[in-house]
């Protein structure tokens, strides 16, 4: 009688094992819930006159988290879209890349602008500036960050460009691509 107990036992914990392998294995292939939560965070850097890294890698279709901080020592700004237009009275994109992201934005010490392009005179002043923007900006002061939660759309791809427009900061070379396949 202690040899079947023992036997039986014995079948109910490989029973129990195999269960939980089973288990254990459907759970590592993928169910629809685990692909759907996964999140590529991407972090950019901005600094005096660079963006770091200054290129972003992004695919059609994935959910993209990315954080922008302002690691230098005066507020910085940051667009990006196609169709650059940097002339004297005139900064930003003709295609705004955040309008077709519609990203969820959170944060610390950032500014979000929705900005449009006016008819205003050069030297007419919109808070302070003589310089008419094309496109959304995010702002951020030193030692802030934003985070832009989004899915990239398949409408996206394609090679898009990234700067500050601030006076003097483009033309040194704070910009970037963001390269979507």
């Not at 200054?54 to 507020?75: D, M, W």
């Not at 808070?127 to 030193?142: A, C, I």
Request: charged share 20%; with cysteine.
């Amino acid at each position: 009688m202690l040899m079947a107990t023992g036997q039986v036992l014995g079948r109910i914990r490989a029973t129990g094992l195999a269960l939980a392998v089973v288990a254990l294995g459907l759970l590592a292939t993928g169910a629809p819930a685990s692909a759907a939560s996964k999140v590529h965070r991407v972090t950019l850097a901005m600094r005096e006159f660079a963006l770091q890294p200054a290129a972003l890698y992004l695919k059609a279709g994935e959910r993209v988290e990315l954080v922008i901080q302002n690691r230098g020592a005066t507020e910085h700004e940051w667009s990006a879209g196609r169709g650059l237009v940097d002339v004297p009275y005139e900064k930003g994109f003709r295609t705004d890349l955040l309008a077709i992201l519609k990203p969820r934005v959170s944060g610390q010490g950032y500014d979000l602008e929705q900005l449009m392009t006016t008819n205003l005179d050069p030297e007419e002043g919109v808070e302070g500036e003589t310089v008419n923007r094309l496109s959304q900006e995010v702002d951020v002061e030193p030692g802030g960050h934003v985070v832009l939660d989004f899915t990239v759309p398949q409408d996206a791809k394609g090679m898009w460009r990234m700067g500050c427009f601030l006076p003097g900061q483009y033309e040194s070379g704070m910009y970037g691509a963001i390269l979507i396949e």
